[in-house]
């Protein structure tokens, strides 16, 4: 019963490199959300996914971020030119095909992203 | 600004007390979400409530969503060590499929 995987766990990047953050949903699950959780702060939505598509990005960073999710495979999360200030968890969490009734969100144990 | 604002930020107990976590907001949400976290984990849900004046029970734990569907609480009754860690509150609006999270209660009960 694999719930949401998450890898790597942790990634140390050097300001100018690039990023890239793996997750698998839950078997069944169609929905796919990035969140990210800056040091002592809350869990902020970063972008809504469904295969193939975007669904909603109004909280990914306008330059150098992106995300997909392809029709095979994890979603993936993308940070081109990392910067210190991308340091942060950042969490994936699923849901199955919301309808009719709400669908929970949830999440894996995220990627610990340190940037030098 | 936090949308969704939870109080109070940390909490520290003895075993066997209880104690009240709050979660308010000024906008209507469509359903609202409990979720713990522990330190390096991801958030693990404990309770979905969907319908305004709803109370849901988890043994110990007792969640209530407002009437109007702007706030939350949850209630700890005799509360013990495990119960420690990190509670989130996180509504979804009727419009869109992304949670807005508050900024947690920080538990922590000592034997």
């Known amino acids: 019963n694999a719930g949401v995987m998450q890898n790597p766990r942790h990634l140390v990047r050097r300001r100018g490199q690039e990023a890239r953050l793996r997750c698998s949903p839950m078997?069944?699950?169609?929905?796919v959300y990035w969140y990210r959780q800056l040091p002592e702060e809350g869990l902020k939505f970063m972008v809504y996914l469904q295969k193939e598509n975007i669904i909603d990005e109004s909280g990914m960073p306008k330059e150098r971020f992106s995300a997909e999710f392809p029709k095979e495979g994890p979603s993936i999360l993308r940070i081109q030119q990392v910067v210190r200030g991308d340091s942060a968890a950042y969490f994936c969490?699923?849901?199955?095909?919301?309808?009719?009734?709400?669908?929970?969100?949830?999440f894996g144990d995220g990627t610990r992203l340190s940037i030098l | 600004t936090q949308l969704l604002e939870q109080s109070p930020q940390f909490l520290s107990i003895q075993e066997g007390e209880n104690l009240t976590v709050y979660c308010n907001s000024s906008?209507?949400?469509?359903?609202l979400q409990w979720y713990r976290q522990e330190p390096g984990e991801g958030p693990v849900l404990l309770v979905t409530?969907?319908?305004?004046?709803e109370v849901k029970k988890l043994k110990r734990l007792t969640f209530q969503f407002g009437d109007a569907r702007k706030d939350s609480s949850l209630h700890i009754t005799a509360a013990q060590p495990g119960d420690t860690g990190l509670y989130l509150c996180a509504g979804l609006k009727a419009a869109g499929n992304k949670l807005t999270f508050g900024g947690g209660t920080r538990v922590l009960v000592k034997p």
């Open positions: 078997k069944g699950h169609s929905h």
């Open positions: 969490a699923s849901s199955p095909r919301q309808g009719a009734v709400v669908q929970p969100q949830h």
């Open positions: 906008s209507v949400f469509s359903s």
């Open positions: 409530v969907v319908t305004g004046g």
